[in-house]
Structure formats: C-alpha cells, structure tokens
T-cell receptor, first 113, second 117 residues
Framework: NAGVTQTPKFRVLKTGQSMTLLCAQD?????MYWYRQDPGMGLRLIHY???????AKGEVPDGYNVSRLKKQNFLLGLESAAPSQTSVYFC????????????FGNGTRLTVT | TQLLEQSPQFLSIQEGENLTVYCNSS?????LQWYRQEPGEGPVLLVT?????EVKKLKRLTFQFGDARKDSSLHITAAQPGDTGLYLC?????????????????FGQGTILTVHP
C-alpha cells in the first residue's frame, strides 16, 4: 500500500518553461489537494478536488492549473514557470468527510531559475 | 479569513527537557489537527481535537484544546532527538459551493523543533 506518491521528487526549470507534477493515491480517497510550502509560511492550498472530474481554487491558484481525470490521480501544471514558484509542492488526499485527516506525499522540490 | 498563529517559530532544546508549543486562531476552531513533518517528508497527522477543554495524550505528547476552542497547545515531556521536526496545526474551513460542503484545511506557519542529544 503506497499511500500518496508524487513524481518527480526534484525538478529544475528555467523561467517560462512548463511542467506537470503527478500525484497518485491508492486509498480510494475522494478529496485531493495541492499545497506549496515556503519557509515561514506553512502550507498554502493551491487547488483541490472533491471528486473525479472536479477541481476548485485554493488560496494561491494563480499560475497553476490542475486536472482530475481519474479518481486516483491529481495533476498540477505550471504553464510558464516563474522564480516565485520555486517551492516544495505537496499533494494530499482524504476521505469525503469533514474533519478527515490528510495523507501527504513526500513532496516535489521545484527550483525555477 | 481565519488566521492560525503558532508560537514559538523556532525551539532548540536539549534531550530530556520539556516543551510546549501553541496554536491560536482568530476565530473558533471547527476541528483542530496537529501534524508533525520530518525533513524531506510530508506532514503526518498526530491527533485531532474537536471538543472544547479536550485533552489527548500520545505517549509523551499531550494535546490540549482551549475551552473556547480558539487555542490549543502541544506539550512534550522528556524530549528526544526523534521528536525533531516541524509541528503544524491545521483547521478545516467549511466552504459551500453549489449546495455541497467542501472542507479545506488551513495550516499555521509551524514550530521548528530541534532536540539535541
């Protein structure tokens, strides 16, 4: 049982390049989330999904797009990377129930030069 | 917008010492969760507290929830190097859209704890 798996673990991009981060969960969770973590700012929600085919904006959605074509996968895309998007990105999933704990992946460290 | 403030931001102690970290909210918590994050990994849930005045224990960790449900504390007794990590508190913010209730977890900035052998 792998839980939440994120790929890749590390990535370096040049300004203006694009990339997609992949998140996969094998717990049959309805909810999935993308957070970014920056020093001194905790975890900030980028986008989330409450089920297959649905997505919604979080606190800091600008510059990112997401898709949830399959229940187990949640993709985060950067169309034109900027240095301000240098961060550690975490994917998480949870059951469809208020107050459910989040299960996190181990993160993707992205550097944009 | 609900704000979660954690203190202290950094804590460096020796093995065997006791410590307390705090989480305060600008509004009443709905369902407070505490997570621990170790370097290079994602956060892992420690405990969920829901009821005002609630106290939960997890081995050497004691979690308290304020009576008014606007503050919480985490006390560690006889800290060990394995307790080193980032401690995060988080609360669910109910968000309604199209008649369905969605839950979004909001995190505090965290307390970075270092326990020296």
């Amino acid at each position: 049982n792998a839980g939440v798996t994120q790929t890749p673990k590390f990535r370096v991009l040049k300004t203006g390049q694009s990339m997609t981060l992949l998140c996969a969960q094998d717990m049959n969770h309805e909810y999935m989330y993308w957070y970014r973590q920056d020093p001194g700012m905790g975890l900030r929600l980028i986008h989330y999904s409450v089920g297959e085919g649905t997505t919604a904006k979080g606190e800091v959605p600008d510059g990112y797009n997401v898709s949830r074509l399959k229940k187990q996968n949640f993709l985060l895309g950067l169309e034109s990377a900027a240095p301000s998007q240098t961060s550690v990105y975490f994917c998480a999933s949870s059951y469809l129930r208020g107050g459910s704990p989040l299960h996190f992946g181990n993160g993707t460290r992205l550097t944009v030069t | 917008t609900q704000l979660l403030e954690q203190s202290p931001q950094f804590l460096s102690i020796q093995e065997g010492e006791n410590l307390t970290v705090y989480c305060n909210s600008s509004s009443v918590f709905s369902s407070l969760q505490w997570y621990r994050q170790e370097p290079g990994e994602g956060p892992v849930l420690l405990v969920t507290v829901v009821t005002g005045g609630e106290v939960k224990k997890l081995k050497r960790l004691t979690f308290q929830f304020g009576d008014a449900r606007k503050d919480s504390s985490l006390h560690i007794t006889a800290a060990q190097p394995g307790d080193t990590g980032l401690y995060l508190c988080a609360d669910y913010i109910a968000d309604n859209a199209g008649g369905t209730s969605y839950g979004k977890l909001t995190f505090g900035q965290g307390t970075i704890l270092t326990v020296h052998p």
